[in-house]
């Protein structure tokens, strides 16, 4: 097979959770426990980073890769779901992976594959970290696909984990409360490895987190407790923070900037500093220049797309990945704050989300475009219309994310303001992202 027919392949063959949801979810360590086994085991051979969570993970896997990449460290990175390729989801040093090892790793194993019947998700773990082995990785870090404690990837013991937030997402396969969900993502906690907790959220899911790590003699740590990240500005094209270390009152990051600028990355830059902390007590070289310069450049390094992304000027127009209530409502925040003349809103969601939720987010004074992304899981335009309207959000259908976008700039004035956003999807979908 061609490197398209290997794709053609992995699509048709194994159930994907992007396109078709609850079909495709397999939970259990099982399958890619005996796919890597066959592997000798590749995840290992190197030493891993382990990051969960509801919103921010994927933020913060980047964020992370990008200071030990700069750092010198040769930097596997595993994430999901891609936005444009496939092979994006498996990078070192920020390349994707290359065709030439996927074409001869389904070839290879094949006849596993038949055999053992994975889902995409369980033998694309199973791809990365044999990838990651073959390449001779220092480290890799691994971002969760979905919970924690049944999620493929949770068959590695990390040098680190970490958790990002809790909020409520995938409801209908991890729980149907905070406290449910929480106890899902503890299950990246292992025994005797520390565990970074971005956000200290209620006491509730604070102390069943600590309740698990207390269980695990895994040493605990609540980044939210420790530091304090104070905005400063935002100019170039970077946020400017403060990170303050509250016990001391001194600065561990003075005029620290990011690249990435949405006002939710203030609660992930926490968790990144207090793992970049605990990664240097166990020997790690991260000097603070390098780490500076990582995180000015996280896009950069690591390719990282979506994240509040300004993608033009006059009209402004912003996108961002958040596709549940909590990720959603932090970017509409920041819209808001940034948004000059007529708010216009390209949205479209998958079917399985809770949508009413983040409907009632919108302004109802906003100007909107609904679409479908080209994905089976997708809510029709003309569905998403009716259901709007009934929040009253008054808009037109499109088929199509980009026909949906170009009537939103074409009927602007130069200071207006476009979001899209509302699935991982809609974003996938933009053309020239």
């Known amino acids: 097979m061609n490197y398209q027919e290997t794709l053609d392949y992995l699509y048709s063959r194994l159930p994907v959770f992007q396109n078709i949801g609850a079909r495709a979810f397999k939970p259990g360590l099982h399958t890619t426990r005996e796919l890597c086994n066959f592997l000798g085991d590749p995840q290992n051979h190197y030493p891993t980073i382990h990051i969960g969570g509801t919103n921010g993970k994927g933020s913060t896997s980047h964020m992370l890769a990008a200071v030990l990449q700069r750092a010198g460290y040769k930097v596997g990175l595993y994430t999901s779901p891609h936005l444009k390729d496939f092979r994006e ?83 209908q396969y991890l729980g149907e409360t905070l406290e449910e969900i929480a106890a899902e993502k503890a299950g990246i906690i292992k025994p005797n490895i520390p565990v970074v907790v971005s956000e200290k959220q209620s006491d509730s899911i604070s102390g ?92 950069k390094i690591t390719g990282l797309k979506g994240r509040w992304q300004k993608l033009s000027e006059k009209p402004d127009v912003y996108c961002d990945t958040g596709h549940n209530t909590a990720g959603l409502a932090s970017a509409l925040e920041q819209f808001e704050s940034v948004a000059t003349g007529a708010q216009r809103f390209v949205v479209g969601f998958v079917g399985d989300k809770d949508i009413t939720s983040m409907l009632q ?52 004035n130069p200071q207006d303001t476009i979001y899209v956003g509302g699935s991982t999807f809609v974003v996938a979908d933009i053309e020239d992202l």
Request: proline share 3%; hydrophobic share 45%.
């Open 89 to 171: 989801r498996i990078r070192v040093n920020g390349q994707f992976v290359t065709e030439e090892f996927i074409i001869d790793f389904i070839s290879e194993n094949k006849s596993n594959i038949e055999r053992l019947s994975p889902s995409f998700f369980e033998a694309t773990v199973a791809m990365a970290f044999s990838y990651f082995s073959k390449m001779e990785v220092d480290v890799a870090v691994i971002e969760v696909g979905m919970g924690g404690r049944l999620d493929s990837t949770n068959i590695i013991t990390p040098e680190l984990s970490i958790i990002t937030n809790i909020s409520l997402d995938h409801t």
């Open 208 to 299: 069943l987190l600590s309740n698990a790590a207390l269980n695990a003699d895994a040493p605990i740590i609540y980044a939210s407790d420790h530091y304090n990240v104070q905005k400063k500005s935002l100019r170039d094209g970077l946020l400017e923070v403060d990170v303050v270390e509250k016990e001391t009152l001194t600065s561990i990051f003075k005029g620290l900037r990011l690249d990435l600028t949405g006002a939710y990355q203030l609660k992930n830059i926490a968790g990144v500093v207090a793992a970049i902390q605990t990664l240097r007590k166990k020997g790690w070289m991260l000097p603070d220049s390098q780490v500076r310069e990582a995180l000015s450049a996280v896009t």
């Open 361 to 412: 987010l919108f302004p109802s004074d906003g100007v909107f475009y609904f679409c479908q992304p080209s994905n089976l899981r997708a809510l029709d335009a003309r569905e998403l219309t009716q259901l709007a309207a009934s929040f009253g959000l008054i808009g037109r259908a499109f088929l199509n994310v980009n026909d949906a976008l170009n009537a939103a700039i074409g009927d602007s």
